[in-house]
Structures are given as C-alpha cells and as structure tokens.
C-alpha cells in the first residue's frame, strides 16, 4: 500500500517562494517584510546575498553590519565595525564569513567570521577608499578597485594581492558569471575594459569606448538629455547571468546603461518614469566618480539597479521617492533613441536607494532606511511605472 503523502509545509510570510519563471512573478513583487535600522538617519549602502540564497548582509552608514535570515524573513544579529567603518559588505562561498570595505583609519579590506566576529585577515595596499569589491564565482578570489588608481586581485588566502592593475579611476569592477572575464569600468575615460582572468597582466582584450553615445545625436536630442550629458557618473557595473549582456548603472537622468557584453554596442538606455525626471541629485547616493558628482554628505551606494538571476528583468529604483521599477531586456526598444521605457512598477512607499536580487529565490531585497524584502503575492498583476 502507497505510504502517505507528505505536504511540505507553506514558506514563511516574508520569506522567498516556491520557484516559478520569473516572467510569472515579475510584476506581482511586493514588499513584503521591512528592517528599520538603528536610526531615521542611518542607510544601507550595501547589500548581499550569500551563494545558498538563504542569508542577506547590509552595510549601514552607522558602521554596522546586519545579517538578516532571507528565508525566515527575520534579523538575526548585528556586527559592529565602529573604528573601521563598513562598506561594500559580500559574502565569501562561506555563509559565515564576509569581507568588506574600511571607510575610515585606513583602506584596509577585511576579512571577518560573522559567527564570532572576529578578523581572519587583512588586505593592505589601497591607499584611498575602496570603490568595488567582487567575490570570482568559481574560487575563493576577489578584486577590487580604488581612488588610488589601481585594480587589485586577491586570494582569501593570502594577506598580499596576487596582482595590480594600474589604471585611470577604476571605480567598478566584476566578473562575468563563467569566471573567465574581469570587466572594470573607468568613468574618467568613458571605458569598460575586459580582461581575460587567466592573463590579467596582458593588456584587455576589448575596450568599450562609451564616449560613442555622445555621437547619438537621437538621445541627446531628446528632453530627458537637456544638461545632463552622456552618462558618466557611473554606480554599478554587473554582467546578467546568461553572460549577454552588461549593465552600467549610473545616477544620470538619461537613465542606466544596457551594452552587448561581447561588442559593447548599447543595447537599450533604461529611461526611469517620466515623472521622476529630471532627477533630484541631491537625494542620490554617492558616485564613486567623480566625486564632486554627489551633494556632500551623501550616503554611499552600490548602484540602485540589478539583474533578475534569469539574466532578462532589470529591477532598480524609479529614481524618486518611492516606488520601483522593471525593465524587461526583451522589451521594445524605441529604434530612434535607443530608449527601453519600464515595463511595469513595483509599488512600495520608500525609496530604493540600493536593490540586490536573491541568487536562488524569486525574491528582492532593497534598502534606504529601512531593509526591505520583496516576494511574489499571489492574486497581484503588474502595475504601471
């Protein structure tokens, strides 16, 4: 005779669902949980999720770090990291161990077991702040980038950089999803250089010159281009999971930057609603270049846009001060100007100063001052941007 039949039990409310095509649920994201942090003046400034999808670490502008359980839908402990500062906070391959950026004393890295809060190890040798920090996909390596001109690869295993790269404000850096390909994005010279992982200290073997988009006279025609200039002050730099593509965001009022990731041609300009524009750039987090692009004292920012992990939806903030919105890859994209307009919004009462979507689940997290998680609800339909 059959045994019984085991029903798992329902997912926690707050907690990632059941997987479905993202194409299913994209447009019926809705917070659903939400974090306040220490202080109404404290703010994330950046987010991670560890490889198993289970666990989120913020960096919070009152140098702390928070853990956060994604599956649960609970806060698990708070870190402190009060004499060094926090920024840039990422898991390693280890879900209870982290490195992050310093943003005072010194431009150390460092890495730490959130289990007992205690260092593992040090990564000296910038010598102004870290701008971008990238764990590799296939290894316990990571980059990262700096104001001090240089590019630095490491092993968790090592306290001195296994490689340097000199270069023009290398503010953005990250792998492709196979682990063969390190991009860097220099906004001074208007360029994403890509370099092959197994011959870094070669020169690039492609260089994506973005001043072309000056020579689209089409966008710079447009209302939306009046002062604002082809996008410079870059804020994310993120390969899509399929490889295809690569998206450059930036604090521009022309929107974010959707390239071919073998050609560098622009795909699509990711216009944010009309009625958020122009921007206010005093309300947007910092650029890490230039720095004058920023209102002094703004709080400090990993881009306010991702990939969803099927590589084709693009989730960021409206660019005011509420809401979120998608932009679907494979949507239309108006022949003239190149702009892709948002295919839906995603309702929520605050801003969306920094967003990372959750590697194994369908499920967002983004964060201003508050940490917020998004899943599907059922019976909810996409609504206008």
Avoid at 11 to 21: L, Y
Avoid at 37 to 55: I, K, M, N, Q, R
Avoid at 151 to 156: H, N, Y
Wanted: glycine share 8%; aromatic share 8%.
């Amino acid at each position: 005779m059959a045994g019984p039949i085991v029903v798992p039990p329902p997912p926690p409310p707050g907690g990632p669902q059941p997987t479905q095509k993202t194409s299913d649920i994209i447009g019926s994201l809705r917070p659903t949980k939400l974090f306040k942090l220490s202080t109404p003046t404290t703010y994330a400034t950046s987010l991670s999720f560890d490889d198993s999808g289970e666990f989120l670490l913020a960096a919070c502008s009152d140098e702390s770090l928070q853990l956060y359980n994604a599956k649960e839908g609970r806060a698990l402990k708070t870190l402190f990291s009060k004499k060094y500062g926090a920024h840039l906070a990422r898991f390693t391959h280890h879900s209870q161990s982290i490195i992050y950026a310093s943003t005072k004393t010194d431009d150390t890295i460092r890495y730490l077991s959130t289990h007992d809060n205690q260092f593992l190890r040090y990564f000296k040798g910038h010598t102004a702040p870290v701008t971008a920090l990238a764990l590799c996909p296939a290894s316990d390596t990571f980059v990262s980038g700096s104001l001090d001109n240089t590019v630095r690869l490491w092993s968790l295993s090592s306290p001195s950089p296994q490689g340097r790269l000199n270069l023009a404000t290398p503010t953005l850096a990250t792998y492709d999803p196979s682990a063969t390909v390190l991009a860097i994005a220099s906004p001074s010279t208007s360029s994403i250089l890509l370099y092959d992982l197994r011959n870094y200290d070669k020169a690039p073997f492609a260089t994506f010159d973005l001043r072309a988009l000056d020579a689209l006279p089409a966008i710079m025609a447009s209302p939306l281009a009046a002062g604002a200039g082809a996008p410079r002050d870059w804020t994310k730099l993120e390969f899509a999971n399929d490889g295809k593509s690569l998206l450059v965001g930036t604090n521009n009022t022309l929107g974010h930057l959707l390239l071919d990731a073998f050609s560098g041609d622009l795909k699509a300009l990711l216009v944010r609603p009309p009625q958020y524009l122009p921007l206010n750039q005093s309300s947007l987090r910092a650029t890490p270049w230039p720095p004058s692009a920023a209102a002094a004292g703004s709080p400090q920012g990993q881009g306010d846009v991702c990939f969803s992990a099927d590589g084709r939806y693009i989730v960021g903030g409206s660019g005011g001060e509420r809401d979120a919105v998608v932009w679907d890859s494979q949507g239309p994209v108006d022949e003239e100007t190149k702009t892709l307009a948002p295919m839906c919004g995603l309702p929520w009462r605050g801003r969306v100063g920094v967003v990372e979507w959750n590697p194994r689940y369908n499920m967002v997290a983004s964060a201003d001052r508050e940490v917020v998680f998004w899943v599907p609800e059922e019976g909810t339909g996409a609504k206008p941007p």
